[in-house]
């Protein structure tokens, strides 16, 4: 068999690691930040009778302007959206790679902060973008001093600012949005993929009115726990749309994908039920983290990066051996580690107490 390396493949690809978080079967899965808990029976066969309805159509390509999806998730939004406004893909993934197709490319720069979400440089990288990453400060807090700055020097195509910030759980105030929108004359992407579980209401979706080049991605894989369906979104203007309909595949989103989003977003209230549960979890962990001596970064998300840990790929291991898999994102002394149902937080710290006090 030929490696990789022995194919024609693109020079910018030469080399490169794919994307790979490691899907073990583990009876607690914590690593990839989804919503552990599933989803209730009544929805399932309400999302069941929808696609049944859609197969009975399934000889004929899906609705290519997914409208009637669209109109559901700018009833979720609020803030006076319409449909024109939002898109959808299979994935904010697909999202943030139709921004880069669109808005990057050769000759190109996007601009982010790091530590942030690896898909990013992989998604520049894919699309021949070149790419910047800003070293956030101690504990990974954004001012808009910092990103002002960052700007005007790398002078970016596009920016991406996650909020709240995957893997550190930093919240990223509204005055760094509007400053750094402000500062740039590319467009600005926030990727809110965790904005559900933030208390605050800091969602960029307030400041969208009159400023074009604001990009705002969400996704149904965290909060509404939906993360196998694939189904990821944005808002913006709807001169945004109009770009992302040069660069995506015809009929990107299948008639399935369209009927189970729809049924579930019918159901928003209900979907988003753990919500509450899962933050009241979160600050459960953030202060038995504390009470055993660890350092929590503070976190507006379902995950929390837990710091002072002297040796973070051996407590990995420990965990796995006990059935927990959490995430090593390769920040020294850290590991990240999403936030569960209460049986599964309890089995974290219990683990973790124990595996520093036998040491
Ligand atoms: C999980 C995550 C996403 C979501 O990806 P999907 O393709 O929608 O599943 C996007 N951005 C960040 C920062 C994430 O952590």
Known sequence: MAELNDLPIRDSLKGRAPYGAPQLHVPVALNVNENTHEISESILVDIISRLAIALKAINRYPDREFTQLRLALAKYLGHDLNETQLWAANGSNEILQQIFMAFGGPGRKALSFSPTYSMYSLIASSTDTAYVEIQRPERFELSAGLVVEAIREHQPDITIICSPNNPTGTPVSLDVIEAAYAATSGVLVVDEAYAEFSLNDDSALSLLDGRE???????????????????????????????????????????LTQAAAEAALAHSHEMLRTVEEIREQRDRLYVAFQDIGLDPYRSDANFILVGGLENPDQMWTALLERGILVRNVGIPQTLRITVGTEEETSAVISAITDLLSSK
Do not use: E, N, Q
């Open 213 to 255: 080049r604001l990009l705002i991605s969400r996704t149904m894989s965290k909060a509404f726990a939906f993360a196998g369906a694939r189904v990821g979104y944005l808002a913006s203007d709807a001169a945004v749309c109009d770009a992302m309909r040069l660069v995506r595949l015809p009929y990107h989103l299948s008639a």
